[in-house]
């Protein structure tokens, strides 16, 4: 199997990283307020979902867990809707889905990566 959708893996949890760093200890209210870490914030969920397009569709099947279309469906909407997206959508992608995609991603380079 091809190397290169390996290392969008790595792509996604790099990315990942980023946002966590950049939003610890954030309130909504401080998020809001930082222009500059939303749009690092927007920047990161296009490279994820990008990456993640990037996935072969066996292994995507391989891993039912992660919402692959939502979280490709946000790079979408970010990249096609960049004057309308929606502090809220971001905030809630921050605090409720991240934490479990990297959990997912860090199970498919302990499973996939090792071979």
Do not use: C
Request: hydrophobic fraction near 35%; proline fraction near 3%.
């Amino acid at each position: 199997m091809s190397r290169k959708w390996k290392l969008r893996v790595e792509d996604a949890l790099q990315s990942i990283y980023y946002i966590q760093e950049d939003t610890k200890n954030m309130t909504y209210e401080d998020f809001e307020d930082n222009r500059l870490v939303r749009q690092a914030v927007e920047r990161n969920l296009e490279i994820i979902g990008e990456a993640l397009n990037r996935i072969p569709d066996d292994i995507q099947n391989k891993y039912p867990k992660i919402p692959w279309r939502e979280i490709i469906g946000v790079r979408n909407f970010v990249i096609h809707q960049y004057f309308q997206v929606s502090q809220d959508i971001e905030w809630d992608i921050i605090t409720n889905d991240l934490e479990g995609l990297k959990e997912g991603l860090i199970e498919i380079k302990n499973n996939e990566l090792e071979e």
